[in-house]
Each structure stands twice: as structure tokens, then as C-alpha cells.
């Protein structure tokens, strides 16, 4: 069963690649996204040295990482999921051997590997050729930030998870979708990082999943995070991780009694 698991890894990951096209367009799509930022944050920082504990240099390498990590972490699962739903096609799977959620789980790391090592990597090496990106030369910062980039995907694949399971119950959860993908790019620090928000705010943020996606391993990265507290922020991590797994399991099991086919 476990080669049938890694077997979906391989096969999303091929489907990807006969696309490849459309995430080498996405690459300067990112790049011309992460020039805007730049420019913006550079007429922001104007003469001060540091804003909200970074500089100039760390806000650029930031906003580099943040985005290129997001195209590793990003998948449509929760899409996928309602989608099914909606069709009634998940009550197909119910009856097979293995289990929906972690096919999915698989799926989505198929897709996130193709997206890391043939769009995130290159496209990380074409921004540093264009702007004054400084990646860290500690071969221990890229172990443990690779480590937590795999968190944040997975972090992420279960908020996904849980806003395509509310399809059981809302039959249409289009608006939900979309408000999810805004929620999640605001909160995580893709957009503005979390140190920049309203004391109320950002304190708000410490009790929710979202700057544990990208806020946590972008500042590990940039060095704004270091000592024993790379530990601390790879625990919270950690911790919301196991914490999500709960909903998931119960929302799981209270869908499956209330599968009905729209149209069916």
C-alpha cells in the first residue's frame, strides 16, 4: 500500500510536467510580482535603516522566499475535494482501500515537488540574478528551513483540506474557496509580514495557523530568527500540524454521513 501512496507522488508529479509550460510563464510572473514588491518596499524603507525589525536587505530576501516558497506550498486540493463532492464522485472512493485524504495529501506533494525543483529553484535563481537577494551561507539554516518548508505545505494542505471537506455541508463552497486563498496569502506574510501588523492584530495571528506557513520559515531564512528560537518557531510549526489533524478527522467522519449527489 505504501508504494501505491508513493506511486501517486509520481504521477501527479508526471501530469505536471506535461504542463511545464505554463510554470515557466509562472516564474516571470513571480519574478515581475517580486520586482513590484521591491520597488515598493524600497520607497517604504526610503532613508530609514530598519522597519518593524527588518532591513532593507532582510525585506528583500523576505519577499524573494515568500513568494517562490508559495509555489511550492500552493496546491488546489480544497478545489479538487469540493469538486468531487460536489459530483458525487468521492462516493467511489469511500469504497476503495486507502484512505481519501492522505491519496490527496500525496497528490498534492506530487505536485508541490515538480513545483519545487522546476519552478521554485529556477525561479529563486533568476530573482537573485535581477535583485540584491543574500541567501544565507549557513549549510544548517537551508537544513532547517527546508525542513520547515515542508511543514508549511503541509500546513497549508490541511487548511485546504478542511475548506473542501466544508462542501459536505454548504453544498456550494465557491465564496469559501476564494475567501481562503485571500485569507491565507494576507495572514501568512506573503503580502505583509506579520510583524507589520496592528499590535491587536499580530497578536491575534499567534493564535492562528497562518504565519506558520510562511512568516515563520521566511524569518528563519533571512536570519531574523535565530539561537534557540529557530527551534521555538519549528515547535509552533509542529504543534499546529498535529492540532489540525483533529478537525480534519472529525469533520471527516461526520462527512461521510452526509454524502448526497447534487443532480444525482
Known amino acids: 500500500m505504501n508504494s501505491a501512496y508513493l506511486e501517486l507522488i509520481r504521477i501527479r508529479f508526471l501530469m505536471m510536467l506535461a504542463y511545464r509550460v505554463n510554470y515557466y510563464s509562472g516564474i516571470v510572473i513571480y519574478t515581475i510580482n517580486i520586482g513590484a514588491y521591491y520597488f515598493l518596499w524600497e520607497a517604504i524603507f526610503g532613508d530609514q535603516k530598519v522597519l518593524a525589525g527588518f532591513t532593507l536587505a532582510q525585506m528583500t530576501t523576505y519577499v524573494a522566499v515568500s513568494w517562490m516558497a508559495r509555489a511550492f506550498y ?24 486507502y484512505n481519501y485524504l492522505f491519496v490527496k495529501l500525496m497528490q498534492g506533494f506530487g505536485e508541490g515537488l515538480f513545483r519545487l525543483l522546476l519552478f521554485m529553484g529556477p525561479g529563486l535563481a533568476l530573482v537573485c540574478l535581477i535583485f540584491p537577494v543574500k541567501l544565507p551561507t549557513d549549510l544548517g539554516t537551508w537544513g532547517i528551513y527546508l525542513v520547515m518548508l515542508l511543514f508549511s505545505f503541509l500546513i497549508n494542505t490541511q487548511i485546504n483540506m478542511l475548506v473542501g471537506l466544508f462542501a459536505f455541508f ?48 521566511s524569518s528563519v531564512f533571512t536570519g531574523r530568527t535565530a539561537g534557540d528560537d529557530v527551534l521555538r518557531v519549528f515547535g509552533i510549526q509542529l504543534i499546529w500540524f498535529l492540532v489540525l489533524i483533529i478537525p480534519i478527522a472529525l469533520i471527516w467522519r461526520m462527512a461521510r454521513t452526509r454524502l448526497f449527489v447534487q443532480g444525482g
Do not use: H
Open 74 to 97: 500552493f496546491n488546489n486540493l480544497d478545489r479538487e475535494i469540493a469538486n468531487e463532492i460536489r459530483d458525487g464522485s468521492v462516493a467511489v472512493q469511500f469504497i476503495r482501500p
Open 170 to 217: 454548504v453544498e456550494n463552497n465557491e465564496g469559501m474557496l476564494r475567501m481562503k486563498r485571500v485569507v491565507v496569502d494576507l495572514f501568512s506574510g506573503v503580502i505583509v509580514p506579520v510583524s507589520f501588523f496592528p499590535g491587536w492584530l499580530a497578536v491575534t495571528m499567534k493564535w492562528l495557523p497562518f504565519q506558520a506557513i510562511t512568516y515563520l520559515p
